[in-house]
């Protein structure tokens, strides 16, 4: 089962991160960390990832998962990560995305007529691809699951590998990265987060991506 | 505001990258992620972090984040590794580990007489370090913050953000993550999952780390 995580200029660490850590665990997985080039891949601010194998290393992945990050902008004029992207979608079992992810499926094609979501700044970008903005943490439309921001692919991970490989080792998973989280506040959607809060948030300082 | 990480061989992913992810959008925040020799280290599952500066380069950061992981062990043997971490908190704001990080916070000596906690199957380990055993996910004691496993990170990240910054941060960092977690059961922690699910995860597969 070979899992592709495609990396370009300046994506968010925790949107790869977090599925990476999720989906690894899964008898028989095989991540594979690609990119334009085989080369380290610059984070949102600063930290490095290695691509370990180029795009055209890994044609056909089971499971596509597309990390969102404030390098999305630049990404989404990239036709040879796009078209990649809609050429592995065409023989995946599942295709997936984190964050702004979801507008590069979108550029692929790959969402359109279907409900799909994003990181809440960017909502309003995916009817320019025909998806239907959903508010829900992790969307999923047939083999296609979309997640919301940053974050939620821990979530989108663990729900697709129940259905990968059951309850009991997508369970068995989160007790083992102990995933019982406990946020120390109740602000971590638009819906929850009081108005002075979502002001903060939007602003360039103190969170620029 | 400098923030170190530091890597070593097999450390896990997630421990460090969800720190990161909250912590770099502190205002005046500079993360340097640091090792014995600046290279890329290798996480538990293949994935490559690359350290940009060796932890020469970086005596002395304002907050220190200790990441976990299957190679933890091997590095408590590294004794330059802990003498850097020993004293590295001698001069540190906020001292802080993830997962079994804090093993290695241990291992420098600075647990001893403290509450602390670490991921659920090393919590014995910590009593040879004089640490109380604490089954919370974040256990706060003066400056030294410990948290449970991989994914408590997070959670660990936001307390403190809130601390250095203010809750009003805190909250728009939160949100700007768009951590609202939904995990799709409510397995995350040996106190929540059935026998079943603490036999598996415990086994060495599928969830080898």
Redesign the interface.
């Known amino acids: 089962m070979e899992i592709a995580i495609p990396l370009y200029d300046r994506f968010?660490?925790?949107d790869a991160?977090?599925p990476?850590?999720v989906l690894?665990?899964?008898?028989g997985a095989r991540?594979r960390?690609v990119g334009a080039e085989a080369r380290?891949y610059a984070t949102d601010?600063?930290?490095?990832?290695?691509a370990?194998a180029t795009l055209d290393d890994v044609p056909a992945p089971d499971i596509l998962v597309v990390p969102g990050g404030t390098g999305t902008r630049d990404a989404l004029g990239d036709e040879r990560l796009v078209e990649w992207i809609r050429a592995a979608d065409a023989t995946s079992t599942w295709t997936t995305s984190v964050?702004t992810g979801a507008l590069l499926l979108g550029a692929a094609g790959i969402l359109d007529g279907l409900h799909a979501t994003t990181?809440?700044a960017y909502m309003d970008d995916l009817a320019r691809y025909g998806a239907e903005a959903t508010s829900d943490?992790?969307v999923r439309q047939g083999k296609v699951i979309t997640s919301?921001?940053?974050?939620?692919g821990?979530?989108m991970a663990?729900?697709l590998a129940?259905e990968i490989?059951g309850?009991?080792?997508?369970?068995?998973?989160?007790?083992?990265?102990?995933?019982?989280?406990?946020?120390?506040?109740d602000?971590?959607?638009?819906a929850?987060?009081p108005a002075?809060?979502?002001e903060?948030?939007q602003s360039p300082?103190?969170?620029?991506?």
Do not use: N
């Open positions: 968010t660490a925790l991160v977090g990476y850590e690894w665990r899964l008898p991540v960390w380290p601010r600063g930290l490095q990832l290695i370990e964050c990181h809440w943490r992790v919301a921001g940053v974050s939620s821990i979530d663990l729900t129940a490989a309850a009991d080792v997508a369970q068995a998973i989160q007790l083992r990265i102990e995933y019982d989280p406990m946020p120390p506040f602000t971590g959607s638009t929850k987060a002075h809060i979502r903060l948030a300082s103190p969170t620029p991506a």
